[in-house]
């Protein structure tokens, strides 16, 4: 095969070319697949030949039919909020926790997580539910709650054991997500929030195509000061402005990190091209504030405590409220209401 | 295949994001270079490539010959002072701006993996690093069937696997551990990264991701732990800015004085310097590391090859 040095396919080529219904494949995806799912399928040059190619022209035409159900079964979720990060290790799943534990401070509020990180789901072991499993209903699959009023769903659940590796490929990964949605019996939530794995691929785009129809309230982005980390978000941003989805602010993860011992402020990972602020400025993207590096939380979440009641009174959690107050005012709520003191 | 010509082939892996795998690989690649080989950087994290900015050399485009991609070359071998070559590889190159996303399903990453794999013309070299995106998915199934099935079996060493110490982290690092149990990839050894800072202030030590948990981890699957490496942000600010690393006087390393001497410090205090990264990478605290983790990672790799 000669190579091609073409210019990586344009975004919105993916976007307009949304999920289907998968057809049963007599063979596995061959190389330059345009994906069994995609409008595409069976019509695209690389299809010629590919002992799939009948099956996946003749599968019906036309958007997923589950959609219509997953926007049936998301009927009573208020606020929708995607949590991404083009990076990895910048504090997603510990921003989505926070966020958890912040909103269901209220107790008349009901939040749900979905973990849609199906490698390497954190959220259970943050949450303290790591052991729970699913329990399957004629109605449908039932979240774990880790509070009375914080619900969760992880792949972590369904494990047998707690180390296993699950080897997945992109198609199945889409189909595990559809269940999350269409098959959990979410209920009324007032928070439903959707923690990412790093990257724009399969999951970002499911995740979107899924949900797109009950609507996205908007997404969080996650950073962490050096520019290395800013090169990936910048992608990340890109990809939520072609698919349509808002920005409803970034955060700056561990931006300062304060030594117990004599106080003093290291920038550990340095804002050498301005850190998370100077990109919301060029992206035109507001800023949520940014959370120093307190390693109480690296801990809070080892042992899936909320690092709100365990530490109040630390700087951490100041920055923190101060983000869920600007997240709160981006979603057109009462900050005092979500979060009351 | 574009690969007959590489002795060694090594992955560096994690389960988890942002634990520091292409800084690892960068670090590995300057190392090895330093101790005299030649050696490759192939990056496969599609959606965030990261190896481009850590050699500094973004801006650089990938040159297409018959056939196939000329790597990039980040410096050539230097027989007098030692150092082997570098080369590199990344979608980085490709991409016309880079703040671009590439927003690809998985069939899609399959095809790049494999063509990274067949189609880039590396020349003779002692070893390729293989940098790869976190999680136990397309990429990594496509690097691991293409790499069993058309690699040589003394070719293909093994994995480096990179964890922080902390639960949250290790805990989707085993899951790699078992991914590559199942595929029957040698695990060459556990880098815990990131563990401890010290304060430039009042040099205290600080565990701010915890300790100890990358060795607990090898130790529960039997595999070799290789080292701990902590947080200097000066590797940061080298890799960012070109900025050569300076120490106060006093400062050790493996019993390796580390401080830069007065005089010097005096005279150079530009915050640019022109030297090559592998001619600067020496000065960094992290250096001497990461040559006993390098010393570690050949002396296993010895040991498939045999």
Not at chain 1, 173 to 178: D, R
Not at chain 2, 111 to 118: G, P
Not at chain 2, 147 to 161: E, F, H, N
Request: glycine content about 10%; aromatic content about 6%.
């Amino acid at each position: 095969m000669a190579p091609s040095l073409e210019a990586p396919e344009p975004v919105e080529d993916v976007l307009a070319n949304p999920l289907k219904q998968k057809p049963n494949l007599v063979a596995p995806e061959p190389e330059h697949c345009p994906g069994p799912e995609s409008e595409q399928a069976g019509t695209a040059d690389s299809c010629a030949g590919c002992p799939n190619q009948k099956i996946c022209a003749a599968a019906p035409k036309g958007p997923d039919p589950d959609i219509p159900l997953i926007t049936a079964r998301l009927a009573g979720v208020k606020h929708k909020i995607l949590v991404l990060s083009g990076k990895g290790g910048v504090g997603k799943s510990t921003f989505t926790c926070l966020l958890a534990h912040a909103f269901a401070t209220n107790p008349d509020s009901t939040v749900g997580v979905m973990d849609t990180d199906i490698c390497g789901p954190s959220i259970p072991k943050m949450l303290g539910v790591e052991s729970e499993t699913i329990h399957i209903s004629s109605s449908g699959w039932s979240p774990a709650w880790a509070m009375d009023n914080l619900a969760v769903m992880s792949i972590q659940f369904m494990l047998p054991n707690r180390d296993d590796a699950i080897i997945w490929r992109g198609p199945k990964k889409n189909g595990l997500i559809k269940q999350f949605l269409k098959d959990v019996e979410w209920g009324d939530l007032d928070f439903l929030l959707v923690d990412t794995p790093p990257g724009t691929s399969d999951e970002h785009l499911s995740v979107n195509t899924f949900l797109k129809e009950s609507g996205i309230d908007g997404a969080v982005m996650v950073t962490t000061p050096q520019e290395v980390s800013l090169l990936d978000v910048r992608k990340e941003i890109d990809f939520c402005r072609k698919a349509g989805i808002r920005v409803l602010g970034l955060v700056e993860n561990m931006s300062l990190f304060v030594c117990p011992k004599c106080t003093h402020a290291s920038e550990i990972f340095q804002a050498t091209t301005g850190g998370g602020r100077a990109l919301a400025q060029e992206m035109g993207i507001p800023f949520l504030g940014s959370v120093p590096l307190d390693p109480r939380i690296g801990m809070a979440c080892d042992y899936g405590e909320s690092f709100f009641d365990s530490f109040p009174d630390s700087p951490a959690c100041t920055a923190l409220k101060g983000v869920v107050r600007e997240l709160a005012g981006q979603i057109g709520l009462d900050a005092k209401e979500v979060m009351p003191e | 295949m574009s690969l007959s010509k590489v002795k060694h082939i090594v992955l560096v892996l994690s389960g988890k994001g942002g634990v520091g795998k292409s800084s690892v690989t960068t670090q590995l690649a300057l190392s090895l270079s330093l101790a005299g080989h030649s050696v490759g950087v192939l990056d496969v994290d599609l959606t965030g490539p990261s190896i481009p900015r850590m050699f500094a050399i973004e801006d650089a485009k990938v040159t297409q010959a018959p056939g196939g991609w000329l790597p990039i070359t980040v410096h050539e071998a230097d027989q007098a002072a030692g150092f082997g070559s570098l080369r590199v590889m990344s979608l980085g190159f490709l991409l016309p701006r880079r703040g671009d996303a590439v927003v690809w399903r998985g069939p899609k990453k399959t095809a790049m993996v494999r063509q990274f794999l067949s189609d880039v013309f590396w020349d003779e070299l002692d070893y390729l690093l293989i940098d790869t995106p976190p999680g136990t998915s397309d990429e990594h199934i496509s690097l691991a069937e293409t790499l069993l099935q058309k690699a040589r079996p003394d070719q293909l060493a093994g994995a480096v696997v990179v964890t922080t110490p902390q639960a949250v982290a290790t805990a989707d690092v085993r899951k790699e551990l078992n991914f590559c149990a199942k595929t029957g990839i040698r695990v060459l050894g556990v880098v815990e990264n990131m563990c401890g800072f010290v304060c430039p202030n009042c040099s205290e030590c600080t565990n701010i991701f915890m300790s100890g948990g990358g060795e607990v981890m090898a130790n529960d699957f039997g595999v070799r732990f290789l080292g701990r490496v902590p947080i200097d942000p000066q590797f940061l600010v080298l890799i960012e800015t070109g900025k050569r690393p300076r120490y106060p006087e006093g400062t050790a390393v493996n019993g390796q004085d580390m401080s830069t001497p007065v005089q010097e410090s005096n005279g150079a205090q530009d915050t640019k310097d022109a030297a090559l990264l592998v001619h600067k990478y020496p000065d960094c605290s992290l250096a001497p590391i990461f040559k006993s983790i390098t010393a570690d990672v050949i002396s296993e790799v010895q040991i498939t090859g045999r």
